[in-house]
T-cell receptor, first 113, second 112 residues
């Protein structure tokens, strides 16, 4: 069973719309991440958080923003969606120890038309 | 430039055959993880290797971490259709605490 939940699973939206991708985990993990995944490409880290009120940008520049007001919740927001934002977005969490394995959600497939 | 190079990118084999997937880098990793991802799902951890030269076995899957901790391999013996999936390696560097670097993955298809 999934301990980390992402909604929606699929989203098709027009250019210029504001969207929020939801991610929640029930494992009490301090660390949470957002990755972007495109076919044939490595997972790119776009945001991460080490705990409440902590957010950092990842290795891949992204126009999205995140917030971490509660330990279990790490939503990602795009203020104005563009076709270049079309991708698979994966949320993950991990324990605090360095090198702890990631627990991934099932992803949100975003298509911007 | 990818920090972790996986090869091959795609592998299609018959049930019962053996296969090996490689993960190579010029960087040293404090640990390396292997994940498998099935369509419509997120990656799921298979194994973590920490010590250079370490070999771990998970049923028909054998994972090896290179002596210099720069490379790893995954060997599947007598592959089954249930082994089909995208295999991802991910390395943890000591200078990027908590962040993993992923390879682009190897898509494995095992046909009956």
């Amino acid at each position: 069973e999934a301990d980390i939940y992402q909604t929606p699973r699929y989203l098709v939206i027009g250019t210029g719309k504001k969207i929020t991708l939801e991610c929640s985990q029930t494992m009490g993990h301090d660390k949470m991440y957002w990755y972007q995944q495109d076919p044939g490409m490595e997972l790119h880290l776009i945001h991460y958080s080490y705990g409440v009120n902590s957010t950092e940008k990842g290795d891949l520049s992204s126009e999205s923003t995140v917030s971490r007001i509660r330990t279990e919740h790490f939503p990602l927001t795009l203020e104005s969606a563009r076709p270049s934002h079309t991708s698979q977005y994966l949320c993950a969490s991990s324990g605090y120890r360095k090198g702890s394995p990631l627990h991934f959600g099932n992803g949100t497939r975003l298509t911007v038309t | 430039t990818q920090l972790l190079e996986q090869s091959p990118q795609f592998l299609s084999i018959q049930e019962g055959e053996n296969l090996t997937v490689y993960c190579n880098s010029s960087s040293v990793f404090s640990s390396l993880q292997w994940y498998r991802q099935e369509p419509g799902e997120g990656p799921v951890l298979l194994v973590t290797v920490v010590t250079g030269g370490e070999v771990k076995k998970l049923k028909r899957l054998t994972f090896q971490f290179g002596d210099a901790r720069k490379d790893s391999s995954l060997h599947i013996t007598a592959a089954q259709p249930g082994d089909t999936g995208l295999y991802l390696c991910a390395g943890a560097r000591s200078d990027s605490w908590g962040k993993l670097q992923f390879g682009a993955g190897t898509q494995v298809v095992v046909t009956p």
